[in-house]
């Protein structure tokens, strides 16, 4: 028998018949009559034919029809395996393959071409890169056993592994524990790990609102005014927060200007009867008084480290009818100007895109820690999203002053400067891009007489570059320093005269109300 032919037939499933050896039905052609077919109807069965292999049986690695190793039968592999350990095959000689590094053709080299029989020897690794695939001969039956099972199990251990060390190498250096980024789709969805930053800042906006609100009154003003057709009854409202448990309220000078009568609303319903204590010379800002103890309180934080782009919350009654509101939104900016309606200017703001409407005057303004940080003051009447605060730490001072029991005043040095920056220091020949340069500007002189700065010997060309230690700069401009003081204080200044460093020492006066 042809060592390539298979070394028994085969049966095929739910026929009485046999293949012979060359995978043909026997000479009848068709089965016997007891249910099988006759020689009218024929029938061709597609079976695989391996080609022959014309090379010796030695050097294949998985069976051969000739005898095996001792105690082995020839013609199949052993029963608890479904391979035999391949024998060593020789290494080809130099020019065997052809130029075009292909394998030369010859038998066929499908793995179903391997015939069965285990072969004696030495196992030896698989024919380097660029060896030829020697061609293997089909096996006779098929093989079962243990190896494959073995392979799968080998596989997923390894896998497991693998993963557990992952596992461990993330969790050692803290990547487990970072939040997950956030993915835009095409659509303009975000996935789900972009909730918890949403929820972070929900969180954020009803701990502020819970902490502040109790505090925020709603202030419903009653008076007259004077027309071409006589007096008039006037009404209006506004907002404020209790800032002390004694009573004491801080709310904008508008809301409470010319008012006859005052009454407070506090969110649990309450009413009380209010008076206003003290305007500032200032800024937009009132104190009023109610005869009460023990009120919600609202705590009061600091407004010099605020950052652009952080949360903020405004509180108030908008339109005078949607009471104790809440809105959110960001900083915007630092350090804005404004001209109001009357042509009064405030300094130093705080702009911010909550909401802010006819109503949240005075209102509060605050942070994600649930501590005031300014007072809602006023908005852009051309546009929307842009409204601004007064910074609370300009308010400090003559809320301190009221709890005392002092009239409302704010600290005077009597000098007129310009902020300088590095645009200033290029057009005048600065040596310097920080500080107040002391000079005269619209018509007002650079010191004015009988002021703190000339009792200081302050000149004009000074350039003062620091209060009390803390840098003049963009961040921090001398007025918005030196509002932060109280009248009779006395403060150290950084100077730079002709180019010299000096210390000078200044005891604000009080600001005249006409200024």
Request: hydrophobic residues 40%; negative net charge; without cysteine.
């Amino acid at each position: 028998m042809n060592d390539d032919q298979d070394p028994s037939p085969r049966e095929i499933p739910g026929d009485a018949g046999a293949l012979d050896a060359t995978g043909a039905l026997d000479a009848t052609g068709a089965l016997d009559d007891t249910g099988a077919l006759d020689d009218t109807q024929p029938i061709e069965i597609q079976r695989f034919a391996p080609a022959p292999d014309p090379r010796p049986d030695d050097r294949w690695a998985w069976a051969s029809p000739s005898t095996g190793a001792a105690g082995t039968p020839a013609g199949g592999p052993t029963a608890d395996r479904w391979y035999e350990p391949a024998a060593a095959e020789p290494v080809p000689a130099a020019g065997t393959y052809s130029t075009s590094g292909q394998v030369p053709a010859g038998p066929d080299t499908s793995p179903w071409a391997r015939p069965a029989g285990p072969v004696p020897g030495p196992v030896t690794p698989p024919p380097a890169y660029g060896a030829p695939a020697p061609a293997v001969p089909a096996a006779g039956h098929r093989r079962g056993g243990a190896g494959i099972g073995s392979i799968v199990a080998a596989s997923v251990l390894s896998a497991v592994l693998a993963s557990g060390s992952t596992v461990l190498i993330l969790d050692r250096t803290g990547a487990l524990d970072r939040p997950a980024a956030v993915s835009n789709t095409g659509s303009g969805q975000q996935t789900a790990s972009a909730l918890p930053v949403t929820i972070d800042e929900s969180s954020a906006v009803i701990d502020a609102a819970a902490k502040v609100g109790p505090a925020v009154v709603k202030i419903t003003v009653a008076g007259q005014s004077t027309d071409p057709f006589g007096t008039v009854p006037t009404e209006g409202v506004g907002s404020g927060f209790i800032y002390d448990a004694s009573g004491w309220i801080l709310t904008n000078r508008h809301v409470v200007s010319g008012a006859d009568t005052l009454v407070v609303e506090l969110r649990d319903g309450r009413r009380f009867d209010g008076k206003v204590y003290g305007i500032d010379t200032l800024t937009d800002l009132a104190i009023v008084k109610v005869d009460a103890t023990g009120l919600p309180a609202a705590p009061v934080g600091k407004s010099d480290g605020l950052k652009v782009g952080q949360l903020v919350v405004a509180i108030g009654s908008p339109l005078g009818t949607y009471s104790f509101s809440v809105t959110s939104g960001i900083v915007s900016g630092k350090g804005r100007d404004i001209r109001v309606n009357d042509g009064t200017r405030i300094s130093n703001l705080i702009q911010t895109d909550a909401a802010i409407n006819p109503g949240n005057s005075g209102g509060p303004l605050v942070d994600a820690a649930g501590s005031v940080v300014g007072v809602n003051t006023a908005m852009a009447t051309d546009s929307s999203g842009i409204g601004f605060a007064i910074p609370i730490d300009i308010a400090r001072p003559i809320m301190e002053q009221a709890v005392r029991g002092e009239t409302l005043a704010r600290p005077w040095i009597g000098i007129t400067f310009d902020s300088i920056n590095r645009q200033v220091k290029d057009d005048l020949g600065l040596s310097v891009d920080n500080g107040a340069l002391v000079r005269s500007a619209g018509g007002q002189p650079s010191v004015i007489a009988g002021s703190p700065a000339e009792k200081a010997g302050l000149q004009d060309g000074d350039i003062v570059q620091a209060l009390n230690g803390i840098r003049i700069d963009g961040e921090h401009p001398l007025n918005l320093l030196l509002v932060q003081f109280s009248p009779n204080e006395t403060v150290e200044l950084d100077v730079l005269r002709a180019g010299a460093p000096m210390k000078v020492s200044v005891t604000l006066g009080t600001r005249p109300g006409n200024l």
